[in-house]
């Protein structure tokens, strides 16, 4: 199962994922946590350029998380699943198509662009939703991508959301406790495997 862990910057991602995945190891479940940007050699390479400036036009940048994510698809999620260990995405579709949708691209041409992601994978897709404002105030190292400003998160937002009604993904609200989220992902996927 692919379990995607989804949402805009600093509303808590990664400590959710590290916890379900903890959370699955316990049960017994063989279980993985995996990120386009840091999960392949071809991802990391790609990650230091787009965070270190050299990749900065958004259709350069674009095309190297194509790239990072093809990867991850064909190295490491598709072996992952076929062996039977859950996956669990810490960002998804749902950032990519948000993230350039905001910088202006569309989204036919965007999700025309992932033809290489499987469609038939069963997948959850939990959107982790917080105020723009209160989620950038928690951002401890703002990075190259912070600095797209508020109007530009807004607009990210928006789209996250209207995905999630489009697509019928469980959307939490993330400014709560760790915990809170935690069992209230718990909960979601008991409801979603059911």
Same mark, same amino acid.
């Given at each position: 199962? #692919?379990?995607?862990?989804?949402?805009?910057?600093?509303? +808590?991602?990664?400590?959710?994922?590290?916890?379900?995945?903890?959370?699955?190891?316990?049960?017994?479940?063989?279980?993985?946590?995996?990120?386009?940007?840091?999960?392949?050699?071809?991802?990391?390479?790609?990650?230091?350029?787009?965070? +270190?400036?050299?990749?900065? $036009?958004?259709?350069?940048?674009?095309?190297?998380?194509?790239?990072?994510?093809?990867?991850?698809?064909?190295?490491?999620?598709?072996?992952?699943?076929?062996?039977?260990?859950?996956?669990?995405?810490?960002?998804?579709? +749902?950032?990519?198509?948000?993230?350039?949708? $905001?910088?202006?691209?569309?989204?036919?041409?965007?999700?025309?662009?992932?033809?290489?992601?499987?469609?038939?994978?069963?997948?959850?897709?939990? #959107?982790?939703?917080?105020?723009?404002?209160?989620?950038?105030?928690?951002?401890?190292?703002?990075?190259?991508?912070?600095?797209?400003?508020?109007?530009?998160?807004?607009?990210?937002?928006?789209?996250?959301?209207? #995905?999630?009604?489009?697509?019928?993904?469980?959307?939490?609200?993330?400014?709560?406790?760790?915990?809170?989220?935690?069992?209230?992902?718990?909960?979601?996927?008991?409801?979603?495997?059911?």
């Amino acid at each position: 199962m #692919l379990i995607v862990v989804d949402g805009p910057d600093s509303v +808590g991602k990664t400590t959710q994922c590290g916890l379900l995945r903890d959370s699955l190891i316990r049960k017994g479940t063989e279980a993985v946590v995996l990120k386009t940007l840091d999960s392949t050699v071809i991802g990391t390479l790609l990650g230091n350029l787009l965070r +270190g400036g050299v990749i900065t $036009a958004p259709e350069e940048q674009l095309f190297a998380f194509l790239l990072a994510t093809a990867r991850l698809y064909r190295e490491r999620i598709t072996p992952a699943l076929a062996k039977g260990v859950t996956v669990i995405l810490d960002r998804g579709v +749902g950032s990519h198509l948000s993230y350039f949708g $905001a910088l202006g691209f569309g989204r036919g041409q965007l999700e025309a662009m992932l033809w290489f992601i499987p469609k038939d994978l069963p997948t959850i897709t939990i #959107l982790l939703d917080m105020d723009v404002a209160r989620a950038l105030k928690r951002k401890k190292s703002p990075s190259k991508f912070d600095q797209m400003g508020e109007e530009f998160f807004g607009k990210q937002r928006r789209i996250f959301l209207a #995905l999630a009604r489009e697509k019928g993904w469980t959307v939490l609200n993330a400014d709560r406790s760790i915990q809170a989220i935690h069992q209230e992902i718990l909960e979601a996927l008991k409801r979603e495997t059911v």
